[in-house]
């Protein structure tokens, strides 16, 4: 088939995205990093960070070939699996997994270069650490519109699959993807936190030293983990959302429009892509946009970053109009309603996460307060907060949805066929609108991890009073930039599973039309798969609340959201437990540490770190890959559909919670070291230490995980599909 000209767009833009994360790379590099300390410290955090991330390649990589061995099987040997899918799962693992790399390394140098350029100005510090995460940003939506890019090119040229066959097997590089993001945040965010915890225990709470101190030896693989956590894993963890996100709805655009007119189809293939590819650009004027000035507070540079991130919102909200017009796809006008309604819905949940995060609000002022009266009074308030954020988040996405779907059937609650797919593309398709300007919000986000090291750099490079606190402003701001971007994540994660529950329903039909297995239809009469409407398809296999099948799949779902956070956080337990254990050896056995006058092995704190990741992040993840394949073996396609409906529901909600429950506390102990209740050293300050070391795998481990969790279970069912047909 032709492709039209227009989709060229994709791959310029994903050229331009990459060109420009290169020059702001290089703007970087040319940044002083600063004194010889400063720059002895950086090479520690760099050496480990690369050290660990070959180590995790290594592990993944085991994974992968096993898994690419079974797909090979199922194509070749079984049948039931499209040929082409083993290579892309590869190549949706291998970009992942280069996105988080690069931004890890940029991450890397431009901490020591963001303490430096603070000794300047609050704003040129805020400058380098931004522009440093915008390489992560940029990269991320770079790579993954190359990839999409390359194989709908490649898949139009050398087959002739129809449009629905192709678009569902570029769903399989999604699995991929899924798959390494999930190792990279579960193994990075068990490192962090091991060694975050560890130091916050045995140093500010033990030894009452301050955060970031040289003396402790959990400093450096506390900076370390910050980058293969936050950056790494982060980078891997939003690459497959933005992928996932295009892809599904170009796949439920094949299927919502078979029945137009194969130029019709494949202009409602190509759409997502065009917003995406768009919002490369208006991304790069947002971040252009981003700058403060001197003594800036917590809300000026919160206003800050928002300016950028608003703007291109709303400049890719009015590009989306022209967009749909141009393509003269049906209903463009609705859809771009659906495409606002997905910007809006991330805009609600990013100022609903910075209500009840910074401590420029009451909620986590409320839970500082709270530190007077001991570290019981600091959990207890931190979890009722965390529980009542949910709400907003979990009612604006239910709002998005119905407004998405309603948009774009122009409003027909007929449930007909052509009603249900043409309002699944538009819940698609405000997946998209949420994430097509990824390279600013991923900035915002990506900026956390490089502001906190920027911190570390200068405490334990003794730059002076003035120079951390404005570290100590912009790592306040990295901590609300956080969770805002970690409350995104798992926004645009629930619209995006949902589309793929309509694309896992078309790879079962593709399947059943692979093995030349017939359903009958609502009628009773007897028809192939291919023919079948979304209503035919819940009818056969009885895809009702009145199936057991399917409230054992939700049960099961929901209870794969709590297990897996379970898992997470008692992994981050035990390798915290053994930080601590060193860490007061070596405050035993070293003589001088805390007399500054020896030197901590930060080597084995390090070493600790990384085994652990290493062994503790591969039975969770597995576990996230085995549930699907076991319930679509049992319990066929409807416990399926309950399964990964369950998953959304438990997962989507507790991931708010935690996300927003452990930046709130992180935020309240910032709050007590500016010198309120206390400051410093105080009680309070004691109390709200203990809150933080409780959220740090809240926030970092367990909850951001969730998000790529409930995507990668229906991108397992999907590439599954025709495993389970076998058991049918």
């Known amino acids: 088939m032709n492709i039209p000209s227009v989709f060229w767009l994709v791959p310029i833009a994903s050229i331009v995205a990459l060109g420009m994360a290169w020059f702001f790379f290089t703007q970087m590099m040319k940044e002083d990093e600063g004194t010889p300390r400063m720059k002895e410290i950086a090479l520690y955090v760099r050496k480990g960070a690369m050290a660990y991330l070959w180590q995790q390649y290594k592990v993944v990589g085991i994974v992968f070939v096993v898994l690419c061995t079974l797909f090979a099987f199922m194509a070749y040997g079984l049948n039931v699996q499209n040929p082409w899918v083993p290579f892309a799962f590869l190549t949706g693992g291998f970009f992942s997994g280069l996105a988080g790399f690069f931004g890890m390394k940029t991450a890397t140098y431009a901490s020591a270069r963001t303490a430096n350029a603070a000794r300047q100005s609050l704003n040129s510090g805020l400058k380098v650490a931004f522009r440093s995460g915008a390489v992560m940003g940029l990269t991320v939506v770079g790579l993954g519109l190359l990839d999409i890019a390359i194989w709908f090119v490649a898949l139009n040229r050398f087959t002739d699959d129809s449009l629905i066959t192709i678009t569902t097997t570029m769903l399989t590089f999604g699995m991929g993807a899924s798959t390494q993001a999930l190792f990279a945040r579960v193994g990075g965010g068990i490192y962090t936190k091991a060694a975050d915890v560890g130091a916050d225990i045995v140093g500010k709470v033990e030894a009452d030293i301050p955060e970031d101190d040289p003396r402790n030896p959990a400093t450096i693989a506390d900076n370390v983990g910050d980058n293969v956590g936050d950056v790494a894993g982060m980078g891997a963890d939003l690459y497959e959302s933005y992928c996932g996100s295009v892809l599904s709805t170009a796949a439920l655009g094949a299927a919502a429009f078979s029945v137009a007119g194969l130029e019709v189809q494949l202009r409602a293939v190509i759409a997502p892509m065009l917003i995406a590819a768009v919002g490369v650009f208006l991304s790069l004027f947002g971040i252009f946009l981003v700058r403060t000035k001197e003594g800036a507070t917590m809300k000026d540079l919160l206003r800050s970053l928002a300016l950028g991130t608003n703007v291109s919102a709303i400049l890719i909200a009015i590009a989306t109009f022209a967009i749909l017009y141009f393509l003269g796809i049906e209903n463009w006008l609705g859809l771009s309603f659906s495409v606002i309604s997905g910007l809006a819905a991330g805009v609600i949940i990013g100022q609903a996460t910075e209500y009840y995060t910074s401590h420029s609000y009451k909620p986590t002022q409320k839970i500082s307060e709270a530190g007077l009266t ?144 017939t359903m009958t239809d609502l009628a009773g009469n007897t028809i192939n798969a291919a023919e079948a409407t979304i209503p035919d398809f819940m009818n056969y296999f009885q895809v009702n609340l009145m199936n057991p099948k399917v409230l054992v799949g939700a049960f099961i779902g929901a209870m794969a959201a709590f297990l897996f956070c379970g898992l997470t956080m008692e992994a981050v337990g035990r390798a915290a437990q053994k930080m601590v254990e060193e860490v007061r050896r070596q405050f035993k056995e070293i003589p001088g540490i805390l007399e500054g006058t020896g030197t901590p092995d930060y080597g084995s704190c390090v070493e600790i770190s990384t085994r652990a990741a290493q062994h503790e992040m591969i039975f969770p993840s597995l576990l996230a890959i085995a549930i699907p394949i076991v319930v679509g073996c049992v319990l066929g396609v409807a416990g399926v559909l309950g399964l990964l409906v369950g998953g959304l529901a438990g997962g989507f909600t507790l991931a708010v919670f935690m996300a927003n429950a452990g930046g709130a506390w992180d935020n309240a102990k910032k709050m007590v070291e500016e010198g309120n209740f206390g400051g410093k050293g105080s009680f309070a300050h004691k109390a709200t230490i203990v809150g933080d070391t409780v959220g740090d795998p809240f926030k970092d481990t367990s909850g951001p995980s969730l998000n790529i969790l409930i995507k990668l279970m229906s991108m397992v069912s999907i590439v599954m599909a025709g495993l389970t047909i076998l058991f049918i």
């Open 374 to 517: 001991g570290s019981a009074t600091v959990i207890i308030k931190g979890i009722g907060t965390g529980m009542i954020s949910t709400c907003i988040p979990v009612i604006t996405i239910g709002v998005a949805i119905i407004l998405s779907y309603c948009f774009a059937n122009g409003f027909d609650l007929s449930m007909s066929s052509t009603s249900l797919s043409h309002g699944l593309y538009g819940i698609g398709i405000a997946a998209v609108g949420m994430l097509s300007t990824l390279g600013i919000t991923l900035a915002t986000d990506a900026y956390g991890p490089i502001a906190d090291n920027a911190g570390g750099n200068a405490e334990m490079s003794e730059l002076g009073e003035e120079v951390r606190h404005r570290t100590d402003a912009l790592d306040a701001l990295g901590n609300t930039t956080a969770a805002t971007g970690k409350g995104f994540a798992i926004g645009s994660a629930a619209l995006t599973a949902l589309a793929l529950l309509a694309s896992y329903i078309e790879e079962i039909k593709i399947a059943m039309e692979r093995a030349q297995i």
